[in-house]
T-cell receptor, first 112, second 115 residues
Framework: AQSVTQLGSHVSVSEGALVLLRCNYSSSVPPYLFWYVQYPNQGLQLLLKYTSAATLVKGINGFEAEFKKSETSFHLTKPSAHMSDAAEYFCAVTATGNQFYFGTGTSLTVIP | NAGVMQNPRHLVRRRGQEARLRCSPMKGHSHVYWYRQLPEEGLKFMVYLQKENIIDESGMPKERFSAEFPKEGPSILRIQQVVRGDSAAYFC?????????????FGPGTRLLVL
């Protein structure tokens, strides 16, 4: 069985500050992990994905995430927050490619 | 290359009516997935279809819900006799093939409100 837990349903950062969104996974088999972003009233847009290649994954808009097997984590980071980063972020895991298991999401607020 | 298309974007139904949600996958994609997002929650998998076949419907409620992906035309998620608890955002995703490394591309969703 697979699942993800996103710690912190709401995160606020100042513009220009570090963004850290946490995701911990549970999987009985090697997982494939994804981060998606959702802007209001829109669908999900893929930010980045981990597919067992490099453990540090770089995505769009300056985001990156590091797969840490020992910590079962896949936290999302960005060195400097921009106002346009304000959105809902979802971590997801799959072991079959059929079903994606999503976390409950983290709402990011960027304070000017 | 147009992305995943869903219509309608917003749908209002009264209790007991039927809701039909449509999804046109990206060009070249033959795999379609439906998810439901309840308020303040993440997306929950409902069903996975290929052309003319339901592959995995383990997330689909046993009653009132059905899905199809005909040889021609969009995939349809059908909810009969809607109840207020069906109010949610329904997202469709597509992929060109099924595989662990394959990304699912999501549509903008249909927001269903049951009065």
């Amino acid at each position: 069985a697979q699942s993800v837990t996103q710690l912190g349903s709401h995160v606020s950062v100042s513009e220009g500050a570090l963004v850290l969104l946490r995701c911990n996974y549970s999987s009985s088999v090697p997982p494939y992990l994804f981060w998606y972003v959702q802007y209001p009233n829109q669908g999900l847009q893929l930010l980045l994905k981990y597919t067992s290649a490099a453990t540090l994954v770089k995505g769009i808009n300056g985001f990156e995430a590091e797969f840490k097997k020992s910590e079962t984590s896949f936290h999302l980071t960005k060195p400097s927050a921009h106002m346009s980063d304000a959105a809902e972020y979802f971590c997801a895991v799959t072991a079959t490619g059929n079903q994606f298991y999503f976390g409950t999401g983290t709402s990011l607020t960027v304070i000017p | 290359n147009a992305g995943v298309m869903q219509n309608p974007r917003h749908l209002v139904r009264r209790r007991g009516q039927e809701a039909r949600l449509r999804c046109s996958p990206m060009k070249g994609h033959s795999h379609v997935y439906w998810y439901r997002q309840l308020p303040e929650e993440g997306l929950k998998f409902m069903v996975y279809l290929q052309k003319e076949n339901i592959i995995d419907e383990s997330g689909m409620p046993k009653e009132r819900f059905s899905a199809e992906f005909p040889k021609e035309g969009p995939s349809i998620l059908r909810i009969q006799q809607v109840v207020r608890g069906d109010s949610a955002a329904y997202f469709c995703a597509s992929s060109p093939w099924q595989g662990l490394e394959e990304t699912q591309y999501f549509g903008p969703g249909t927001r269903l409100l049951v009065l």
